[in-house]
């Protein structure tokens, strides 16, 4: 830009009428909707991941790159540790692994406690 478009175009951005104060219409809570309740059981049928952690391991690439069929990777908690069960990738407690018919399970052990937010868990 030239001297005399810049010395224009700060003019036109200095000029009163370009910037003009916004404004915005009250907010207004719906009457009644401050009273309203909502059951607990909406959340019912909501479906959660949950996930056992039974450790973890570091490794380089190249190492994982070698693994084959059979091979055991350790993991850094030891054998018999509690594994620390995950909702929705959210810390919730820790359990036993158990064995149910061929398949694995967690005994629950511990469930964190967390602290409740006011106005969240109330009916």
């Known amino acids: 830009m030239k001297q005399d478009e810049i010395r224009d175009f700060l003019k036109r951005m200095s000029a009163p009428d370009t910037v ?3 404004e915005f219409p009250l ?3 719906p009457p009644g909707r401050d009273k309203m309740k909502v059951s607990i059981n909406f959340i019912d049928d909501l479906q959660v991941v949950i996930t056992a952690e039974l450790g973890q391991a570091t490794m380089k690439i190249k190492d994982i790159l070698k693994l084959g069929e059979g091979a055991v990777i350790e993991l850094e908690q030891p ?3 509690n594994a620390r069960v995950l909702v929705n990738d959210q810390k919730f407690g820790t359990g036993e692994v158990v064995v149910i ?3 694995f399970g967690i005994r ?3 469930i964190y406690q967390t602290e409740r937010k006011e106005g ?3 009916v």
């Open 20 to 22: 003009k104060k916004v």
């Open 27 to 29: 907010f207004e809570v």
């Open 79 to 81: 054998a018999g540790e």
């Open 101 to 103: 018919g061929g398949n």
């Open 108 to 110: 629950m052990d511990s």
């Open 120 to 122: 969240i868990g109330k």
